[in-house]
């Protein structure tokens, strides 16, 4: 995702602030406000970490490692320049380093060792740019996009990432290109956001097996953002710029539902377990909840900081990880059964 605010309307409600919100059968209260080491402002992707219950965040410069047992910081990774999207597999942590086209810039996928938290190899990417990254862990693969370039890079995964193929994106003339994907391992597949398209890329052959234009204006933070997938209604989320969320049909990519959001969403995390879909957006100070299975917006939290624009789930706890980067924290929410 590219550096900045993302447009949308600044909302803070007192009620919100003060009462915890609802949503399909559940409220969410504060149990926690984690402060992050690095400087405040926009940093980039949320992950949980299923392997080891760590949460890594992309600060401006460098990654934060929070374990969840504690929820503080274990761990501040410095030296990483301008981190996108992270991932992980059983021995690493993959960050995208995006400095941007330019003399002496820094655009590489980044590898970190999860024993020493040191960082062990610094692969440079074909295109400039990169933003989302994503591990294959059956097939020891890592996915990367290039903004600049519009192409999506594929590496063998490890202490030192060797590149395999470069793959095309659609549009071939993209103005703000890709941004944050899906991928979906048992389906073979990556929903990947490009200006205004969603498009289905099969993960073993780059082909672009659907595509479909959600016909959102494109803005400088572009058009389709942050997605996710759900496998029991075959779905997949698709939060825009422009305050709407499309739900698309995971196979034909036909919109099946076009919902309101408080703000412009930049990542999109899934709670499978209690089917609940989360927005977070920058501009708005918090995030939107969707009920997955009937399809409707079942509340807003608000954080009350900018740049609320990024966030993740610990699924087996439930606890929501919501990153506000003008603050340099993470507020942790817990959805409580009413």
């Given at each position: 995702m590219?550096?900045?605010?993302?447009?949308?309307?600044?909302?803070?409600?007192?009620?919100?602030?003060?009462?915890?919100?609802?949503?399909?059968?559940?409220?969410?209260?504060?149990?926690g406000t984690i402060n992050l080491q690095g400087q405040k402002g926009h940093g980039d992707i949320v992950t949980y970490d299923r392997s080891n219950g760590m949460v890594y965040v992309s600060m401006p410069q460098g990654l934060d490692v929070i374990d969840t047992k504690t929820n503080k910081v274990a761990q501040f990774i410095q030296n990483v320049p301008s981190p996108n999207g992270n991932d992980y597999d059983s021995k690493y942590v993959y960050v995208a380093a995006g400095d941007g086209a330019g003399a002496g810039k820094v655009n590489a996928v980044v590898v970190i060792d999860k024993k020493t938290w040191k960082e062990v190899a610094r692969v440079n990417t074909k295109g400039t740019s990169p933003d989302w990254l994503a591990v294959d862990r059956r097939s020891h693969v890592v996915y990367t996009d290039s903004d600049d370039a519009n192409q999506m890079e594929v590496y063998k995964a490890g202490a030192k990432p060797a590149l395999e193929h470069v793959w095309a994106l659609y549009p071939a003339?993209?103005?703000?290109?890709?941004?944050?994907?899906?991928?979906?391992?048992?389906?073979?597949?990556?929903?990947?956001?490009?200006?205004?398209?969603?498009?289905?890329?099969?993960?073993?052959?780059?082909?672009?097996?659907?595509?479909t234009d959600v016909g959102v204006p494109l803005t400088k933070k572009g058009g389709t953002k942050g997605e996710v997938y759900d496998a029991k209604t075959q779905t997949v989320w698709v939060g825009t710029t422009d305050k709407t969320m499309i739900v698309l049909d995971a196979n034909?990519?036909?919109?099946?539902?076009?919902?309101?959001?408080?703000?412009?969403?930049?990542?999109?995390?899934?709670?499978?377990?209690?089917?609940?879909?989360?927005?977070?957006?920058?501009?708005?100070?918090?995030?939107?909840?969707?009920?997955?299975?009937?399809?409707?917006?079942?509340?807003?939290?608000?954080?009350?900081?900018?740049?609320?624009?990024?966030?993740?789930?610990?699924?087996?706890?439930?606890?929501?990880?919501?990153?506000?980067?003008?603050?340099?924290?993470?507020?942790v929410f817990k959805p409580v059964k009413e």
């Open positions: 590219r550096r900045g605010f993302v447009i949308a309307a600044l909302l803070a409600s007192t009620a919100l602030l003060t009462a915890p919100a609802m949503a399909a059968g559940y409220k969410f209260d504060k149990v003339n993209a103005k703000s290109g890709p941004d944050v994907a899906a991928f979906v391992g048992k389906a073979h597949a990556i929903y990947q956001s490009d200006d205004s398209f969603v498009l289905k890329v099969n993960a073993k052959t780059g082909a672009i097996e659907a595509k034909t990519l036909a919109v099946k539902a076009k919902l309101p959001q408080t703000g412009g969403v930049d990542q999109v995390a899934f709670d499978p377990g209690l089917g609940l879909v989360y927005a977070f957006e920058g501009g708005a100070k918090g995030f939107d909840v969707y009920d997955a299975k009937t399809m409707k917006q079942v509340a807003f939290v608000s954080t009350g900081i900018g740049n609320t624009h990024t966030g993740d789930v610990d699924t087996r706890t439930h606890a929501v990880y919501a990153y506000a980067g003008d603050g340099a924290v993470v507020d």
